[in-house]
């Protein structure tokens, strides 16, 4: 490796592999590499004057510390600007730069409760560059980090106006989500939050249905969470609401210690390969040493094979040494691989727990809704629900159930609003006499129903799987 192997002469070239080294490693959550590569590449690039590295490398870095130590990100990009201002060369980089100095401003002063004056001073540069040069996406870009600013000041209109700039500045989305169009997601999200610090749950909502998270786990995280936020507060439930924020934080943490597990893991991994191939070359260098005692052994008379036989003794020693060594390396290994085992199963403990949380909250969100208490007090007797009714229990099971009746919706457009709305009762848990009640026809009719929807609709013949099954996958 260009950073890791024997000195070399510092030139541009080695500036660059070691960078792109670094970003592979934190690319592959093993931090701590990623950091030691990345500084070995600065050093790199201002022997070799190679500036644009330097600051890229100043850049990249200040990027991989920001979570854990937000004042050392600040002080780090404040260096790649000065390195950038000396060596200028695309205005772009500049732009970039000076939204992340402003970013990373911003969270210290967030943290220390502090002023955010100097935050607003690098963006608000960086936003009156890029619309001189008319770069749509830094623009953009820039206005979602002044909205953020602005949310952080609790100034919500300021942010609602920036936010909703940036928003007219996103590109078209081209269907799914494309690392193309990063910058929506991030300035989505401060519009969404700016609603909901506001109280417009409706507008609220509507923007966290339009982020498509893909299989980026936290933001799906974000937009499940706040949903379910805003659906507690239509009902007032705001002590659940608390207890929702305690679930979903409880779930971060593990996804955390994960990520730093992953990183230990790694860091381990690399250290048994070198020790393996200190080994492979110890082993190479007493081969040799062997064959030239054996060769002198050849050249001399007896007092060389005394010698010699001394020297095999004393190999077949180091020999059971250098065994012994290594089963009690890989007792340790064992070791460690049954505690990594047992800590997995304690984190799929955690995360079961957490599901049962969500589950017992969901149900408590429908056990809430006045057409449930209409349902559940009923009886035997005949039970009408009026259009708003349906309307309301569809909606609150789509934001519970991650739009569950939204997509039957669209995926079987043949289904009636009777189909619809018989899936929904069946989904709550009702019994057939209950449903029975509801469309006052008698329980053998409900279950005719049933089993004609699950056939016709859903195509499935299977008589041991029920309607209930196949709503619940």
Known sequence: MACSGVEQRPDSQTAARCLEEAEAALASDSIRTGETLMRKAIRLAEESEDWHTNYIAYQRLAEAVSQS????????????????????DEELNYVILLDYAGTYAAQVAFNDDGSFDEALSFIRRAYDIAEKGQMKDLMCQTLTSLANI??????????????????????????????????RPGTLQV???????????????????RIEPGDDVHLAYIVQSNLAKIALRRLGATQVEDSVDEAFGQIEDIYYKALEQKDQYY????RKEKENQQLAYSSLIYRRTLLIVIIAAIMVL?????????????????????????????L???????????????????????????AFL????????????????????????????WSEIERTLNAIDNNRFASIREHYPAMTEDDIRLCILTRLGLSNRTIGNIYCITISAVQHRKLKLKKDIFGETNPDITLEQILKN
């Open 191 to 209: 519009l969404a939050r700016t609603y909901l610090s506001l109280n417009m749950l409706d507008s609220a909502e509507t923007v966290y249905r």
């Open 69 to 88: 130590n937000p004042e050392e990100a600040l002080r780090l990009m404040k260096k790649a600007l000065a390195v950038y201002e000396q060596h200028p």
């Open 362 to 389: 969901q149900n408590f969100i429908l056990e809430r809704t006045e057409v449930m208490k209409k349902l559940n007090q009923s009886g035997d007797s005949l039970i009408t629900l009026n259009a708003h009714e």
């Open 302 to 330: 007896l007092v060389v094979v005394q010698a010699l036989r001394y020297r095999i003794r004393m190999l077949h020693q180091q020999r059971e040494y250098e065994q012994s060594r290594l089963e009690s390396e890989l």
């Open 267 to 270: 860091q381990e991994t690399l």
């Open 150 to 183: 602005s949310w952080a000041e609790e100034n919500y209109r300021q942010a609602l106006d920036y936010a909703r700039k940036a928003e007219s500045l996103l590109p078209p989305q081209r269907g799914g989500y494309e690392k193309e169009t990063d910058l």
């Open 332 to 358: 340790m290994q064992e070791q460690e691989k049954r505690r990594l085992q047992q800590e997995t199963e304690h984190q799929k403990t955690l995360l079961h727990q957490a599901n049962e949380v969500v």
